[in-house]
């Protein structure tokens, strides 16, 4: 009995510490300062990040030569500075790391300096697959 409470507990600990999948609707309520920002509209938003990261926080590719970190996947050779690449050019003046907690606003700070230098095109999933037909990308429950 005893192993079993302790599988138990470290089943519930690891499960504490797994990455933080959000729902489409979840995902649609964060991001509501985001809204028109850059011309780019809710759905859009709730697309490209499901095509960016699943809508995993916690979500890191990992490239030939970078990085890329939590839900919109924000590469550590331009916007963020990590070990990996000491000499980012790290614009957002943040830690990649900090991308991959549950607050969204540092991520949300960092996604409108890249939509205010490159649009939204840095996020390639966007035009192929986000751009239009978006009533999928609506959430009904708000």
Request: with cysteine.
């Amino acid at each position: 009995m005893m192993s079993f409470v302790s599988l138990l507990l470290v089943g519930i600990l690891f499960h504490a510490t797994q990455a933080e999948q959000l729902t489409k609707c979840e995902v649609f309520q964060e991001l509501k300062d985001l809204k028109d920002y850059g011309g780019v509209s809710l759905p859009e938003w709730v697309c490209t990040t499901f095509h960016t990261s699943g809508y995993d926080t916690q979500a890191i590719v990992q490239n030939n030569d970078s990085t890329e970190y939590g839900l919109f996947q924000i590469n550590n050779k331009i916007w963020c500075k990590d070990d990996q690449n000491p000499h980012s050019r790290n614009i957002c003046n943040i830690s990649c790391d900090k991308f991959l907690d549950n607050d969204l606003t540092d991520d949300i700070m960092c996604v409108k300096k890249i939509l205010d230098k490159v649009g939204i095109n840095y996020w390639l999933a966007h035009k192929a697959l986000c751009s239009e037909k978006l009533d999928q990308w609506l959430c009904e429950k708000l």
